[in-house]
Each structure stands twice: as structure tokens, then as C-alpha cells.
């Protein structure tokens, strides 16, 4: 196990002063003693000092994971929390998380114990966050586009326009004619909502913050204690990994297999309202799906159900039978009944360590990322607060 710094040769720390490493690709190890120590005393080498080379006001904040859920909030943090450097501490990067497998369509998904109006509050945040890079230059960079479609239902649905319609763009019941493309569905809905290509996202997301100063570390946690008292805040943005870190037992994972295939033609999604068998057209490829197998940590592809997506596929969309450059792609969503997004002080032999946990997003977690990350950022706002403000002095 080891630490490695991911970036730039130049980087900047919020105090302006810069500092240099050499990039990740150059294989240089910082920090090896990170592999056994824990604690400030494990920072005593080059990146120690990196860490420790700040205002004595600046509150440091170290993310761990490096999934959506993870790079969302530390761009958040470090642009919303004044006075703070971050870091992002995981053990996987882009290409090798959950979220890369993502199929990226923003149709959220419902959480059982959140009030319907924060999640729609968080979806909004996160259509409205990513509306506005589908309109910029960035849009191509960052993997973020619009794109219209339906939601097909063998039978018809108990909220036939959900709490969430007046979110995405134009939604309206489809037509009967529209409808007639599908023989085996009896109602349907039609909008224009947005596209998220996880892995461009992701790669464009750690540019930002590499850009604003933050750091990304390569490194595996064992423990979130190991990063008290480096680090003044922790954020836990783990996914899965939260059922070791934060010794949480609803944690778990649910499988899913989506294929990725080349069919520029195709340019309208159709998801079935089950949520099971979808078409998703992106930038590069468009995603086929899927499955959702509760409990399974298997990562190796299954023929058998490659089969069978691509086949369910076909049976919405014919010209399917075309598609080529066929890549299996397997991710374990991080499946709780809920999200967990709150505040915990860890005390142990007589020191504090506040952390905000932001995890267990399951199958929606690109829809709500970023109103996630901001409600998570409240959360630190609120620590670093309490931080800054001095105890009470005794009255004896
Ligand atoms: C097939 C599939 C299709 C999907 N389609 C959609 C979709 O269309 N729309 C949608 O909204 N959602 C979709 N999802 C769900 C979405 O992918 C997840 O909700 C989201 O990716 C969760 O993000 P995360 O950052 O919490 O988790 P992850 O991406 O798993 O990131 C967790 C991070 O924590 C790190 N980590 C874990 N443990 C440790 C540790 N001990 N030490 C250091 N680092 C650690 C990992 O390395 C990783 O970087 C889909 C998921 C799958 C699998």
C-alpha cells in the first residue's frame, strides 16, 4: 500500500504559495511511510510538508473517495468554504469506480427515509449544475449533454407525472402514436433531461480541483482515525467502502451489468419503467442496460446476462442488432435504504475528529450528486465553524 500525489507538475495552495511534485506518471512516491504510520507524524516527508505549509487558520479537510459523490463535494468545499484546503484521499480513481460504469442519465431514483422535497431539491441543484455545463464550452470536456426521450410502462404507473416532471424539460405523456413503437407498453412518458458521460465528467471534475489548488492522494484507509490529527475535517464519500469505514451494516452492494456499444444512430433514450432494460445514447457510445443483483460482489462480466440485455435491447430498439464495439462493464452500487448525510464526532483518547458522512446514493447517485455535495458542504461549514470558535474559557 502506498501514497501517491495524482497531478500536476505546478500546483497552488489556497495561500497562493506554490508548490511542485512530480506527476503520478513519472512514478514518483511521496510519503512511503504512509504505509504503516498513521497520524501528523506520518506526514513528516515532502507531502507533510506540503500539508502543514499553510495559514494557522486554514482548516484542513481531507475527502475520501474519488467517485462523483467524492470529487462533487471537494469541488463544493473548496469553492464554498472559505479559509479551508482540500484534500481527496481514495484508493481508486477514474477509470476504476462505480460511478465510471455509471450509465449517467439524470431519472432520479427514490430514497425511502429522505423528505420527497429534498430529494427533488438535490436533483434540481444537480440538473441546474450540470444545465449549465451543457451550455458551455465545457460541455464536450466534461461529458455533460442533453437528450430526449421515453420512459415506457407495461402498465400504467400510480403517479402518472412524478414529483420530479417539473425538473427535467418538457415533460408530457407520450402520444398514442408515439406509444406504437412499443406493442408491449401501455403508457409512457416523454422529456428531455441529461446525459452525464461518468468518466469525462470525472476526469474534468479532478482537473477543477487539481486547478483550485486541492490535492488527490492515492491511498487506500484503513481507518477514518488514521487521518486525525493530519486532518481537521474528514468527508466520507466512500461508497461501498463506508461499510468497512464507517462499520455501517445497511451498506451494500447491488450489481449492475450495462453493456457499451457503438450505434451513433441511435439518438432518442428509452428507458422501461422497471428500470431494468434501457437505452442511453452518449457522446461516445451508448449504454445498454441492465441489472440490479442485491448482495453480489462480483465484478466479472456474465455472458449469459450480456445476452440478455442485449436482447431485452433489441426488442425496444431493432436497429440494436447493428450495434457494435461491445464492451461489458460491471459496478456495485453503493445500495443503503437511504443516503447517509449527517455529521459524527469520532473522540478517541481524548481528541475529536468531526466527519461528514455523504454515502450510500445506490442507483442514483449521478442524478443527486451535486445537490448532495452541497448539502455535505453545509455540513462542513458548520464543523469548520465550530472549529474557529473558541471554547468557552472556565469560569473557576
Ligand atoms: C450499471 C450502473 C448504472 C448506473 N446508472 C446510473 C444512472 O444512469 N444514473 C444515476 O444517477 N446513477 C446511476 N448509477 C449509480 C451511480 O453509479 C452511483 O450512485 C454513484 O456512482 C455512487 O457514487 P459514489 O461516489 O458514492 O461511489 P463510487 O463511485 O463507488 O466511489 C467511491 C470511492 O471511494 C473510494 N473508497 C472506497 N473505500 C475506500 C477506502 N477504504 N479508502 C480509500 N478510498 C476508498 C473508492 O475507491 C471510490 O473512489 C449506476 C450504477 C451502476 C453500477
Redesign the pocket.
Known sequence: MESKIRGNALNKFPNGKQFCFASESQGTRLASHWKTRVGARAFSGDEGSLLRDRPMDTVRVAV????????ATAMCISQQVPRCSVTV?????TP??????????????AYQDIPVQTQKQWFRETFDHLSAIARSPEAVDAGVHLVSGWQIFQSVPTREVPVWADVVLGFRKMTEAELKRFPQHVFGQAFTTLKCE?SAYLSWLENRIKASGSLLLT????DLWELQPAFDVVVN??????R??AGDPAISP?????LQVRAPWVKHFIRDGSGLT?I?PGVSHV?L???RQEGDWSLSPDAEISRGILSRCCALEPSLHRACDIKE??????GRPSVRLQKELLVRGGQRLPVVH????????????WGSALEATRLVSECVQDLRTPAPASKL
Open positions: 475520501v473517495g474519488a467517485g462523483v459523490i467524492g470529487l484521499i481514495s484508493d481508486k480513481f476504476d469506480t462505480t460511478s465510471d460504469v455509471a450509465a449517467g442519465i439524470l431519472i432520479p431514483h461518468t491511498r487506500r484507509i484503513e464519500c466512500s461508497g461501498l467502502g463506508s468497512q469505514l447491488v450489481r449492475g451489468q450495462v434501457y442511453y449504454t442496460g441492465g441489472t462493464k460491471v459496478g456495485l452500487r453503493p455523504n454515502y450510500g446514493h445506490g442507483s442514483g447517485g449521478v442524478s443527486v450528486h
